[in-house]
């Protein structure tokens, strides 16, 4: 199996969501390199603003 396979994705599984592994690669993605971003430049609220940015996007998931 490969590290991929490994995680998780049930909160986009349960939204009936396609694809959740994707998803939660992305949403994973996103806060870690907002996260890097926001420590390098020492502004946390680089952090703040994708957060709310990431809460917005799942908003919009429709489920399929």
């Given amino acids: ?4 396979e490994r995680i998780p994705s049930p909160q986009f599984e ?3 969501c396609a694809r959740p592994r994707d998803l939660a ?3 994973l993605s996103a806060i870690q390199g907002a996260s890097v971003f926001a420590a390098t430049l020492r ?3 680089l952090l703040s ?9 799942i908003d919009t ?3 399929e």
């Fill in 25 to 27: 690669v992305s949403l």
């Fill in 14 to 16: 349960e939204l009936g």
């Fill in 1 to 4: 199996m490969c590290r991929y």
């Fill in 49 to 57: 603003i994708e957060i709310r940015r990431l809460h917005d996007w």
């Fill in 43 to 45: 502004d946390p609220e």
């Fill in 61 to 63: 998931l429709d489920p």
